[in-house]
């Protein structure tokens, strides 16, 4: 990257952010100016982001997001590096399974509650008390348009995106006023995680669309960002779903 903007004096924290949503977020942090902190399981690909986003500016801590030290690893890297973490994303979420929930294997289960929902609270609890509590901050917590409709063959990440709607809410309301925390559900957005929802068919999945097309990594980190700026001081609690419009279709045939 070149020509980057002043530095704006805030931190954030983005978990899973060497690729797709999580990088999308990381950059558009990066390109107003915040120092950023992003998390990935892979630390070759993180290191890559690192490089591409800007090492002066962005550092990677690699390992496993529902991992309680990794979190705590995380913040207190970031705390070192940066001094503070005002923004806090929880973007990390897995999706191991396609097909009916009524034959879901309970292990697997556990396995995408664990690192979709635990881990969104661990970094939470641990980001609110290393900075957040006695400074403020914004958390912003990456849920799915799955979390508040049927989601046919991805039941257990619906379900479990729902439960992380409803930690949204309640982290707003024993945060508040000292720190903000809101939610976005995307629907589909293009990226490695979701190409088997729209790969080979991606004319048809955006038929359904009002706006024509997928969605892409910086509309979701461009979200992000309107969340965690001071435009949206009055705003917690909340999830803004970010669809192109695809809720309009609701109930048409």
């Not at 046919?152 to 729902?162: D, L, M, Q, R």
């Not at 190409?195 to 669309?209: I, P, V």
Request: include cysteine.
């Amino acid at each position: 990257m070149t020509a980057l903007p002043e530095l704006s004096g805030k931190v954030a924290l983005v978990t899973g952010a060497s690729r797709g949503i999580g990088y999308g977020v990381a950059e558009a942090f990066v390109a107003r100016g915040d120092r950023v902190c992003i998390t990935g399981r892979n630390e070759d690909a993180l290191k890559e982001a690192v490089e591409a986003l800007g090492s002066d500016r962005v550092i990677g801590v690699a390992g496993k997001a529902h991992d309680e030290e990794h979190q705590a690893v995380a913040v207190e890297r970031t705390m070192e590096a940066f001094g503070r973490v005002d923004f806090l994303v929880n973007n990390a979420g897995t999706n191991p399974v396609f097909g009916p929930i009524a034959d879901l294997d309970l292990n697997v289960a556990r396995k995408v509650f664990e690192t979709n929902v635990v881990s969104a609270l661990g970094f939470a609890q641990k980001t609110w008390h290393a900075w957040q509590k006695e400074n403020g901050g914004a958390i912003v917590n990456i849920a799915s348009v799955a979390g508040v409709s049927a989601s046919p063959f991805i039941g257990a990440y619906g379900v479990s995106k729902a439960a992380m709607i409803n930690l949204t809410l309640q982290l707003a309301h024993e945060f508040a006023p000292g720190a903000r925390v809101n939610a976005i559900a995307p629907a589909v957005v293009k990226t490695k995680f979701a190409q088997a929802l729209y790969e080979g068919r991606e004319a048809e999945a955006s038929a359904g669309y009002p706006l024509g097309r997928l969605g892409v990594p910086s509309d979701i980190g461009g979200a992000a960002a309107f969340l965690t700026s001071e435009q949206s001081d009055w705003i917690t609690g909340q999830t803004l779903v970010v669809d192109g419009g695809l809720f309009l279709n609701a109930g048409v045939a």
